[in-house]
């Protein structure tokens, strides 16, 4: 059985930073390909950021390049998500999940997920 545990949500100011983490189960980790999402209340999924099996390739949406980062420890079962130069609009629930395929598109990865994890809530507000 596939499980995804996220954390490392929480509350920070604009132009903080958090640090997120999914540690994975149930599933060849190392072997995988793994995906960012968010989303905000009231909206649908939005697309973050996949990482491939080895970490060697990393695709991020517009809307957070050049603030967030993706990484993996495959020793840990544990993919991350380094959030810096936060803005309001970050705001959302974020989830990790795992995909059947490496991707560098947003669209696809949304289609391909099939279980989350319950996700852990950023919060960007003065």
């Known amino acids: 059985e596939v499980q995804l545990v996220e954390s490392g949500g929480g509350l920070v100011q604009p132009g903080g930073s958090l640090r997120l983490s999914c540690v994975a189960s149930?599933?060849?980790?190392?072997?995988?390909?793994m995906t960012w999402v968010r989303q905000a209340p009231g909206k649908g999924l939005e697309w973050v950021a996949n990482?491939?099996?080895?970490?060697?390739?990393?695709f991020y949406a517009d809307s957070v390049k050049g603030r967030f980062a993706v990484s993996r420890d495959n020793a840990k079962n544990t993919t991350y998500l380094q959030m810096n130069s936060l803005k309001i609009e970050d705001t959302a629930m974020y989830y990790c999940?795992?995909?059947?395929?490496?991707?560098?598109?947003?669209?696809?990865?949304?289609?391909?997920?099939?279980?989350r994890g319950q996700g852990t809530q950023v919060t960007v507000s003065s």
């Open positions: 999940a795992n995909l059947p395929y490496m991707t560098n598109s947003g669209d696809l990865a949304i289609g391909a997920i099939q279980s």
């Open positions: 990482i491939n099996r080895d970490g060697g390739t990393i």
């Open positions: 149930g599933f060849p980790f190392d072997n995988t390909a």
